[in-house]
């Protein structure tokens, strides 16, 4: 890695900036306001902190910690998947990293909000924490910096409020992507961006054709971050499968 990113990975589609392009400018700085966001009637309940039940991992059920209202990661245990699969959404959760600062850049508080299990949304500690700007918290990583940086210090709790339009496919042809609007910690981050294809590190990744719903994935990077409060509704029609 050179200094806060790279310089020898493809180019975007479309943009001046390579993927992790170190160069590319960092958001500025906003600090958000104090907000809790309880489910409305009408939603799908992923997690109400009490168990992992609704949730699969790498060698089955879940193997998190499940705590005080809030799930933990557990190191090198896996990501986890809902059991439940949707596609266009309205997506809520929150999230905590460590308290006790450990490593820098990629390397302090790192997990990571999959829609689909396949397009990532950043989660980090990117308080006063440099990184590459299309990998810092709130991120589609790789993708898009957030328009700000409106990072809670560590420790605290911080809300992703998400609204997500799933990509379409006829056969094996994309007949239009994903779309992603995105509110941290109740500031605007993103605003109804068009993603590039699933997320991935040092490369660009097109577009495959895959099922009209997926599974929200959470990601075990080796850090002890939290989550808890999550839930979906579902925004309009799509076809079950």
């Known amino acids: 890695m050179s200094k ?9 589609p479309g943009e001046q900036w390579q993927v992790h392009d170190f160069r590319r400018p960092q ?25 992992l039940s ?14 005080n209202g809030y ?14 699969r949707f596609g266009d959404c309205q997506l809520h959760l929150e999230f905590a990293c460590p308290t006790e ?10 997990s990571g909000v999959f829609m689909m299990g396949l397009y990532e949304i950043q989660v980090l500690d990117g308080y006063d924490n440099p990184t590459y700007a299309d990998g810092i918290t709130a991120s589609v990583y790789g993708e898009y910096p957030p ?3 409106s990072c809670r210090p560590p420790g605290e709790w911080q809300t992703y ?31 109804h961006v068009e993603l590039m294809g699933p997320t991935g590190h040092r490369n660009v990744y097109p577009y495959q054709a895959h099922a009209p719903t997926g599974p929200l994935m959470l990601q ?22």
């Open 27 to 51: 958001p500025r700085v906003v600090a958000p306001g104090k907000e809790c966001c309880q489910p409305p009637a009408d939603a799908v309940i992923l997690f109400d902190g009490s168990n």
């Open 101 to 110: 600062i450990k490593g820098e850049s990629q390397g302090r508080g790192n």
């Open 4 to 12: 806060l990113g790279y310089d020898d990975t493809p180019l975007l």
């Open 161 to 191: 409020e998400i609204i997500w339009t799933a990509p379409r496919f006829s056969g094996v042809d994309l007949v239009s992507p994903a779309y992603l609007t995105l509110l941290h910690n109740g500031v605007l981050v993103h605003n």
């Open 220 to 241: 075990d990077h080796g850090d002890l971050v939290r989550f808890r409060n999550i839930w979906y509704r579902p925004i309009g029609t799509y076809d079950q499968e």
């Open 71 to 84: 799930m933990e990661v557990v190191p090198r245990t896996g990501n986890i998947s809902t059991r439940e």
């Open 147 to 149: 328009l700000v940086n």
């Open 54 to 67: 609704g949730w699969t991992g790498r060698d089955g059920d879940a193997a998190w910690k499940v705590e």
